[in-house]
């Protein structure tokens, strides 16, 4: 879905690029957590030169590409095509078809975490029946954004973009955060998560300069506001 949106827009383009290899990082990716497809997108990010151009991105596992535009893409265009925003955007079978059993081919797009004016996702597909696509996203949805932003910072760099101090945070830091969140104490969340105290505060303080934060309430705040933990299930 998100490389037929990019076509779409690459075909009103002046300079489209093209390279036949796909990108490692996100082929790994997909071939971990047993996707069907994983695809960046990235619109309006600012190439550094020629002043005033845009680099607009789709990066597949099957294809990398990318085109130069001198304008930004309409965030009217985004909306209408559900792109942007903090909103997660799924595309489904048609709704008849929703609770079958059989399987269907079915995608889903998360935001990431803008540095500028930027709009990015990455996507993820895969054919799947209802209940396997819902366990498949519960599983792995908290790792793909995580990655996805990281990936975008790549991108970013790569462009001429200052994003050096946007480290990763990894998943057991994500864990100690999550049950912060929800109230529990570190003794609590060194129980629930089979590690010592010492662990749970060395990766609380881990979490807490990546974010660049003062206080480990402060990196829950805005691990919550990028949407790097999920505190519904808690």
Same mark, same amino acid.
């Given at each position: 879905?998100?490389?037929?949106?990019?076509?779409?827009?690459?075909?009103?383009?002046?300079?489209?690029?093209?390279?036949?290899?796909?990108?490692?990082?996100?082929?790994?990716?997909?071939?971990?957590?047993?996707?069907?497809?994983?695809?960046?997108?990235?619109?309006?990010?600012?190439?550094?030169?020629?002043?005033?151009?845009?680099?607009?991105?789709?990066?597949?596992?099957?294809?990398?590409? +990318?085109?130069?535009? %001198?304008?930004? =893409?309409?965030? #009217?265009?985004?909306?209408?095509?559900?792109?942007?925003? $903090? &909103?997660?955007?799924?595309?489904?079978?048609?709704?008849?078809?929703?609770?079958?059993?059989?399987?269907?081919?079915?995608?889903?797009?998360?935001?990431?975490?803008?540095?500028?004016?930027?709009?990015?996702?990455?996507?993820?597909?895969?054919?799947?029946?209802?209940?396997?696509?819902?366990?498949?996203?519960?599983?792995?949805?908290?790792?793909?954004?995580?990655?996805?932003?990281?990936?975008?910072?790549?991108?970013?760099?790569?462009?001429? +973009?200052?994003?050096? %101090?946007?480290? =990763?945070?990894? #998943?057991?830091?994500?864990?100690?955060?999550?049950?912060? $969140? &929800?109230?529990?104490?570190?003794?609590?969340?060194?129980?629930?998560?089979?590690?010592?105290?010492?662990?749970?505060?060395?990766?609380?303080?881990?979490?807490?300069?990546?974010?660049?934060?003062?206080?480990?309430?402060?990196?829950?705040?805005?691990?919550?506001?990028?949407?790097?933990?999920?505190?519904?299930?808690?």
């Amino acid at each position: 879905m998100l490389e037929t949106i990019f076509n779409h827009l690459a075909g009103h383009s002046l300079e489209i690029r093209e390279r036949s290899e796909g990108v490692a990082f996100l082929k790994a990716a997909k071939d971990l957590y047993g996707f069907s497809s994983i695809a960046y997108l990235g619109f309006n990010i600012d190439l550094a030169a020629p002043h005033g151009s845009l680099l607009n991105c789709c990066y597949s596992d099957t294809s990398v590409r +990318h085109f130069v535009t %001198r304008k930004r =893409i309409a965030r #009217a265009f985004l909306e209408e095509h559900r792109i942007g925003g $903090a &909103a997660v955007a799924e595309w489904s079978p048609p709704a008849a078809d929703v609770d079958a059993p059989e399987e269907h081919e079915r995608s889903i797009a998360y935001p990431l975490t803008a540095r500028g004016a930027e709009t990015a996702l990455i996507g993820i597909g895969a054919t799947m029946t209802t209940d396997a696509w819902d366990q498949h996203k519960r599983g792995g949805m908290r790792d793909i954004r995580v990655l996805g932003n990281y990936f975008h910072s790549h991108i970013l760099r790569i462009n001429g +973009h200052d994003a050096e %101090r946007d480290l =990763i945070v990894s #998943a057991r830091e994500l864990d100690c955060l999550k049950w912060k $969140a &929800a109230g529990k104490t570190v003794w609590e969340a060194s129980v629930i998560l089979g590690i010592s105290e010492r662990t749970v505060r060395f990766h609380l303080n881990a979490a807490r300069e990546k974010l660049n934060c003062a206080t480990t309430t402060q990196a829950v705040a805005k691990a919550i506001s990028q949407q790097l933990i999920d505190v519904s299930g808690t």
